[in-house]
């Protein structure tokens, strides 16, 4: 039986990033981590879930990262004011680096 080798890696959930930065974040982090990309709309209607980190970027208003921060505890939920992929992929090495 084979393994899905998601299910090893990290799960990152990243909101609000812009569909250009996309295909870049995959090509920097896509190897080690499970992402899992959601649009700031979807993030209220969220009740928990299983990624061990959150990284919010800068187009996500205060009511949908304090949401965040809410359900999935203050730790897990990073805040990126600036940049786009690359300052992302940089706070996902930050969380690997952490649990590894």
């Known amino acids: 039986m084979v393994e899905d080798q998601s299910a090893r890696k990290p799960c990152v959930l990243i909101v609000g990033l812009k569909a250009s930065e996309v295909q870049l974040l995959e090509r920097n982090v896509g190897a080690s981590v499970h992402l899992n990309l959601v649009s700031s ?55 690997l680096d952490k649990v590894a």
């Open 41 to 95: 709309d979807k993030v209220l209607r969220m009740r928990g879930g299983d990624p061990q980190f959150v990284v919010v970027t800068r187009f996500v208003n205060h009511k949908h990262t304090m949401h965040l921060r809410r359900i999935m505890g203050g730790d897990r939920v990073r805040f990126v004011g600036r940049g786009g992929a690359t300052t992302v992929a940089k706070a996902i090495q930050s969380f």
